[in-house]
């Protein structure tokens, strides 16, 4: 993202919420990112992020751009099952994760419908243990190749306003730079109406 505005000619500022240090106030933010990791260190992030629960939900109702990875992208949902235990979620999403048997690793390909042809077309990795019931909402993409959600539905990630939830790994964005442009011009968009 970063060099993206760059080579545009706009200036950024990455700012990293690193364990235990306060969410800054997200007024001035522009875009989110939630990145993933094991049960035990989302067990942790999602408590951290407990606190900030409202806030967070306000920016993302307020047309906040937010982009959530694999843990970070169940931590929005009502609750992760794991086999002993439930984490609850921040619930922003009405979406649940229960732990599968066996994780779906490997290649994805996805289409995407809001985006348009010919670049509709999403490639990334997925490497993932939860399964994901995302109900009524809208899927990040359709699967073509991969797993997706939950290996079940052929759905992949979630799409709610301006936030997108996936386990596409990959790298996702600088494999996908027209993902990483959207997520951009939804968030200049916001900051500038234009």
Same mark, same amino acid.
């Given at each position: 993202?970063?060099?993206?505005?760059?080579?545009?000619?706009?200036?950024?500022?990455?700012?990293?919420?690193?364990?235990?240090?306060?969410?800054?106030? +997200?007024?001035?933010?522009?875009?989110?990112?939630?990145?993933?990791?094991?049960?035990?260190? =989302?067990?942790?992030?999602?408590?951290? +992020?407990?606190?900030?629960?409202?806030?967070?939900?306000?920016?993302?109702?307020?047309?906040?751009?937010?982009?959530?990875?694999?843990?970070?992208?169940?931590?929005?949902?009502?609750?992760?099952?794991? =086999?002993?235990?439930?984490?609850?979620?921040?619930?922003?999403?009405?979406?649940?994760?229960?732990?599968?048997?066996?994780? /779906?690793?490997?290649?994805?390909?996805?289409?995407?419908?809001? /985006?348009?042809?010919?670049?509709?077309?999403?490639?990334?990795?997925?490497?993932?243990?939860?399964?994901?019931?995302?109900?009524?909402?809208? %899927?990040?993409?359709?699967?073509?190749?991969?797993? !997706?959600?939950?290996?079940?539905?052929?759905?992949?990630?979630? +799409?709610? *306003?301006?936030?997108?939830?996936?386990?596409?790994? !990959? %790298? +996702?964005?600088?494999?996908? %730079?027209?993902?990483?442009?959207?997520? /951009? =011009? *939804?968030?200049?968009?916001?900051?500038?109406?234009?």
């Amino acid at each position: 993202m970063r060099k993206r505005l760059e080579w545009r000619g706009i200036d950024c500022e990455v700012a990293a919420v690193r364990r235990d240090d306060p969410l800054a106030d +997200l007024s001035d933010v522009d875009v989110i990112l939630i990145g993933g990791g094991g049960d035990n260190e =989302q067990l942790y992030v999602c408590k951290h +992020l407990m606190e900030y629960k409202n806030e967070l939900r306000n920016y993302i109702e307020d047309n906040g751009s937010l982009i959530a990875i694999c843990g970070g992208y169940q931590l929005l949902g009502n609750y992760y099952k794991l =086999q002993n235990e439930t984490i609850k979620g921040l619930e922003i999403l009405d979406i649940y994760t229960e732990i599968g048997k066996g994780r /779906l690793i490997g290649d994805i390909i996805l289409e995407a419908d809001f /985006l348009e042809k010919p670049h509709n077309l999403i490639v990334g990795f997925e490497n993932h243990g939860g399964r994901t019931y995302i109900g009524d909402n809208l %899927p990040f993409g359709k699967v073509l190749y991969g797993h !997706g959600n939950n290996g079940k539905d052929a759905c992949e990630g979630v +799409l709610y *306003r301006n936030v997108i939830g996936t386990y596409l790994h !990959g %790298p +996702l964005l600088p494999k996908n %730079p027209h993902v990483c442009d959207l997520l /951009l =011009q *939804r968030a200049l968009s916001r900051k500038y109406g234009v």
